[in-house]
């Protein structure tokens, strides 16, 4: 039996009976990895940028992301941590797939392969994660361009695709309150990948350091 303090999802009348115990044993003692991939994600950004800030590779005041790891030795760090960063994420939407996946034996509230697709989504976003990782923005510009495009675009369209399944699940799964998070994170990451998209399609960044009389390179 729950705790007293433990909340029950909202199962419609009879389908419990029906579907018998929830299987949720393999659920238990995974709430680590989301935890454990935003701390070292967290942990990445911030030692990767003192190293970088301390070597005088990047000024303090809001560098790019992957110019605090363009140059060593905050390149070999940035590079092992965010690839871990990757496996964390994807592990972490495969475990939300199975999730929903038991749910939806339940209340049946999205045709299933939607929750394939999603997952699969959010894979390719890791790996594209990984590509910027594992090429330095000054060593392989075009390929790690390249793979940052596809981690935002992924992660974008997947907080979105999340969002969905979260209006669908209610009221048994979801919360309003979760769904209007979720649905502000769409609309920013949504507003957010614009800008990014135009100026990586427009502007070639090939170095860090720049002169007052250069020019930026365009495409």
């Keep these: 039996m729950p705790s007293a303090g433990e909340r029950q999802p909202l199962i ?25 991939l935003v701390c070292w994600s967290s942990a990445a950004f911030i030692i ?4 970088a800030v301390l070597c005088g590779h990047v000024e303090p005041l809001f560098p790019y992301i992957s110019d605090t790891g363009a140059k060593p030795p905050e390149s070999g760090i940035f590079g092992f941590m965010i690839n871990v960063s990757a496996f964390l994420g994807a592990a972490t939407m495969y475990t939300r797939y199975l999730i929903i996946k038991k749910q939806n034996e339940v209340t049946n509230f999205i045709a299933p392969y939607f929750n394939i697709i999603t997952l699969i989504i959010g894979v390719v976003g890791c790996v594209g994660m990984g590509v910027v990782a594992s090429f330095q923005e000054l060593a392989v510009p075009a390929v790690h361009d390249g793979g940052a495009l596809v981690a935002f675009v992924c992660g974008v369209v997947y907080i979105v695709f999340q969002t969905i399944i979260s209006y669908k699940s209610r009221p048994e799964w979801s919360t309003p309150c979760i769904c209007y998070i979720r649905l502000a994170l769409s609309i920013m990451s949504f507003i957010a990948a614009i800008p990014m998209i135009v100026c990586a399609s427009v502007i070639s960044i090939t170095k860090i350091d720049w002169n007052p009389g250069e020019k930026v390179k365009l495409h």
């Excluded at 990767?48 to 190293?51: D, P």
């Design 48 to 51: 990767s940028y003192v190293i």
């Design 12 to 36: 419609p009348n009879g389908t419990r009976g029906r579907c018998g115990r929830m299987p949720w044993s393999f659920t238990q003692g995974v709430a680590f990895v989301p935890t454990l």
